[in-house]
């Protein structure tokens, strides 16, 4: 395969240890992560050659995040380096009838500093047959939804598939972009779209027909998202595929969890998983964009193997702790074959 790359903001993360809420907490556990650098770290898991781009700060923290993508394999020699601080994000994991909370720290952050013209991504781009950004990203500043169209634009040129997962966060977009016009400009360059319901219905005024999630959200059927993705078939000519991760929230701790993708002429969809007693369901829409990606490599022309993997992936993520998906290509294999026992492997 050749190389892919993902570009987008590390962060450090804080957790009280457990289920402890923050009141309660008198030390944090440490973890690297974020949206893109989690896909990174799948793609680079399954053996895919991936790099990852982002600024980082020229200090010990950012070294530390540096480190942990070295660790898993993934590269970093595209990264550039500057500002003050890397990002943070505080996490209180929910249990039961209390959901989780997360509390940013990333203004001024490394990458929200960034500029157009810090990055060569002629250079980034060499050999690279797959780019991958999401909505994080141009929702951190202005600067950094700049340079997300730079690399974009490029990618396009040199004919590399794009992807994007959506990813709308509501605490983030802060700096006053037009948040509609940015993600439709972006992605407009894309050829795979994943997002949820949620995601299609804030960026671009798009919802399911005839399903209120709040109120069905432990029953998600597969159908009442096709109308979602032709409606953004129309919005984006370019998409080859549309996807659809179908989170069913029964409680924090327990989730129903699919998948459906479209690609214009036909909806593929997988098995519902059920997932009880979640370890940590960050990183969840990450460690799916990664295995759909690997699958759409691997497996090119068969959309159902690829969807079916995605899920198979994201569904072991729930059981890892920290943001990234730290599974094998046989683990997901022998959950796709139905084998969700857990037995010891001996």
Known sequence: MKKVVTFGEIMLRLAPQGFLR????????????????????SLANYGVPVDFVTRLPKNDIGECALM????????????VYGGDRLGIYFLETGAVSRGSKVVYDRAHSAIAEIKSGMIDWDTVFKDVEWFHWTGITPAISQG????????V???????????????YRAKLWNYGGDREAIMTELTSYCDVILGNEEDAEKHFGIHPEGLDVHKHGHDVKAEAFLSVCKQMMKRFPKAKKVITTLRGSISASHNTWAGVLYDGER?????????????????????????????LLKYPGEDQNALDFAVAASCLKHTIKGDANLVTISEVEKLMGGDASGRVAR
């Open 267 to 295: 909806m593929y969809e997988t098995r519902q998983y059920q997932i009880t007693d979640i370890v940590d369901r960050v990183g969840g829409g990450d460690s799916f964009m990664g295995g759909l990606i690997y699958g």
């Open 22 to 41: 923050f009141s309660q907490a008198n030390n944090f556990d440490v973890v690297y992560g974020g949206g893109e650098s989690n896909v990174a770290v």
């Open 144 to 151: 950094a939804a700049d340079v997300c169209l730079e690399a």
């Open 68 to 79: 942990e993508m070295r660790k898993r394999g993934v590269g970093v020699d595209k990264i």
């Open 153 to 167: 634009k490029v990618a396009s040129e040199k004919g590399i598939t794009i992807s994007t997962d959506l990813n």
